[in-house]
């Protein structure tokens, strides 16, 4: 059990989570199988059904939530929802918060991460974790996510069991800020893999062998990782039910990366080129199409934009 808090001298600690969407939902369901009390909250009421049936306690606003738990987690879509979730009518904020913290699963910019931080203490006192995930909707239903963290290394501890209930590694990288710039440069990595993935299976197709056999063939050689073993039978069998990631999701953090590259003085022309060709599979396929959907863009519209 953690570190007994200010709030539970008893060393109880009360969890929320806050965002049950594609990762929120089943990370949550995470901490309830492991037996933590949980209270949930959700812009849209009928996510948050199933979870109260499976024992969670259905917060009214996230003030409530907050003012209920001594840890809340979060997972929104970007930086303009978590402002709206924190400093909204009825935010984390308007509720007491002295020797709580905030740990935000969401991928949003390193100075926006800083920023809230900053804000939030001084509104009501809570304190911050920047913790990104990477691992997809498959790692937060078996647990198996990679998470990074910016923040205090006491603030980090602290909450380490319970993420460690949703993740397989959960990795300090620095203050406030470093988890988030640490999940992009995961992002450069994941979206430069993804579209290299796309061209080599559509060449493989193109050229009239089967693609299907690419991740056996290149098993235990350079090329072989777990994207090549996950991604490309995707690709290749039109399974893009449930989506691993919005093609949006990839899109803004790969703008990211661009946006820090800049500040620092870094040259990014790998993942620059991938940010461009998730612009054109937007356009092509939808803000909300599954990322893999990149795969399609060099054959056209011709094919579905989902299939299972």
């Not at 710039?181 to 299976?201: D, F, R, S, W, Y």
């Not at 093609?247 to 003085?265: F, G, H, P």
Request: proline share 6%; net charge neutral; charged share 20%.
């Amino acid at each position: 059990m953690a570190e007994a808090s200010k709030t539970n001298p008893q060393g109880v600690e009360r969890l929320g989570y806050l965002g049950l969407g594609l990762m929120g939902t089943p990370m949550t369901r995470r901490l309830l199988a492991s037996g933590y009390q949980v209270a949930v909250w959700n812009r849209s009421e009928g996510k948050m059904a199933a979870l109260v049936e499976a024992g969670a306690r259905r917060a009214a606003t996230p003030r409530d939530l907050m003012a209920s738990s001594d840890i809340v987690f979060m997972c929104v879509t970007d930086a303009a929802a978590v402002e709206e979730v924190i400093f909204g009518p009825a935010g984390i904020s308007t509720a007491p918060g002295a020797g709580k913290l905030v740990v935000d699963f969401s991928s949003i910019h390193p100075d926006a991460a800083r920023d809230l931080a900053t804000r939030l203490f001084a509104a009501n006192g809570a304190g911050w974790i920047d913790a990104p995930v990477s691992g997809g909707t498959k790692g937060a239903e078996e647990g198996t996510l990679a998470i990074m963290a910016g923040g205090k290394a006491s603030d980090v501890e602290r909450v380490r069991p319970y993420v460690l209930a949703m993740a397989r590694r959960f990795t300090h990288m620095g203050p406030t800020g470093a988890g988030q710039t640490t999940k992009l440069c995961n992002q450069v990595i994941v979206g430069c893999a993804m579209a290299v993935l796309a061209e080599a299976t559509r060449l493989a197709v193109n050229a009239g062998i089967d693609a299907n056999r690419l991740p056996e063939a290149l098993a235990g050689g350079f090329a072989d990782s777990i994207p090549l073993q996950l991604f490309v039978p995707r690709m290749v069998q039109g399974i893009h039910s449930p989506p691993l990631g919005h093609i949006a999701t990839m899109l803004k953090d790969l703008d990211t990366v661009a946006d820090v590259a800049r500040t620092t003085s870094t040259p990014v022309p790998m993942a620059s080129l991938a940010g461009q060709l998730f612009r054109l599979a937007k356009a092509a396929r939808g803000a909300d199409a599954d990322a893999l959907e990149i795969y399609k863009l060099s054959a056209g519209n011709a094919e579905p934009s989902s299939a299972s």
